[in-house]
T-cell receptor, first 116, second 117 residues
Framework: AQSVAQPEDQVNVAEGNPLTVKCTYS??????LFWYVQYPNRGLQFLLK??????LVKGSYGFEAEFNKSQTSFHLKKPSALVSDSALYFC??????????????FGGGTRLMVKP | DAGVIQSPRHEVTEMGQEVTLRCKPI?????LFWYRQTMMRGLELLIY????????DSGMPEDRFSAKMPNASFSTLKIQPSEPRDSAVYFC???????????????FGEGSRLTVL
């Protein structure tokens, strides 16, 4: 079985400061990892993914994420937060194992609040 | 591309009524997913299809829920009879997945907000 944990329900950060949203995972085989963002009354939007290669992945809107295999983590980061980054963020995982199917397993979400 | 299209965006109905939610995936995508989002349980996978065939429906809450995908461009999620605890936002998502490669991201629709009174 595959699972994702986002240990923080909410992260508060001041505008201009760096932000980190944490994610750890459990999966069979190599992980395919994803971050999504959800704005109010909208669907989830894809931010970035890690499949293989460089552990630091860059995505949309200046976000990046670092894959750490030993810690089974995939934390989302941004060097300088904007008020407009305030939203709900979801981490998701899919295993490379053939038995994993095509489904993504999502974490519970972390609400990011960026204050001016 | 118009993206994943869901209808209706909002539905308010009374307990016991039948509800049908509709989804048009992105053209060319071969996997389709139905998710439900609530404050209490977060984002739950209900069912997913690969090449129009249901692969995993273990997330479907009970027999009141059913999903179909008659062709590659259309899917429905039906609740009959509906109950207040079914109130949630239902999302449809699609993806392109080829044999042995499951690296594609999901593209979500805007969701259907269901309120059962």
């Amino acid at each position: 079985a595959q699972s994702v944990a986002q240990p923080e329900d909410q992260v508060n950060v001041a505008e201009g400061n760096p932000l980190t949203v944490k994610c750890t995972y459990s999966v069979s085989g190599n992980p395919y990892l994803f971050w999504y963002v959800q704005y109010p009354n909208r669907g989830l939007q894809f931010l970035l993914k890690y499949i293989t290669g460089d552990n630091l992945v860059k995505g949309s809107y200046g976000f990046e994420a670092e894959f750490n295999k030993s810690q089974t983590s995939f934390h989302l980061k941004k060097p300088s937060a904007l008020v407009s980054d305030s939203a709900l963020y979801f981490c998701a995982v899919r295993g490379s194992n053939n038995n994993a199917g095509n489904m993504l397993t999502f974490g519970g979400g972390t609400r990011l609040m960026v204050k001016p | 591309d118009a993206g994943v299209i869901q209808s209706p965006r909002h539905e308010v109905t009374e307990m016991g009524q039948e509800v049908t939610l509709r989804c048009k995936p992105i053209s060319g995508h071969n996997s389709l997913f139905w998710y439900r989002q609530t404050m209490m349980r977060g984002l739950e996978l209900l069912i997913y299809f690969n090449n129009n065939v249901p692969i995993d429906d273990s997330g479907m809450p009970e027999d009141r829920f059913s999903a179909k995908m008659p062709n590659a461009s259309f899917s429905t999620l039906k609740i009959q009879p509906s109950e207040p605890r079914d109130s949630a936002v239902y999302f449809c998502a699609s993806s392109l997945v080829s044999q042995g490669r499951r690296t594609g991201e999901l593209f979500f629709g805007e969701g259907s907000r269901l309120t059962v009174l």
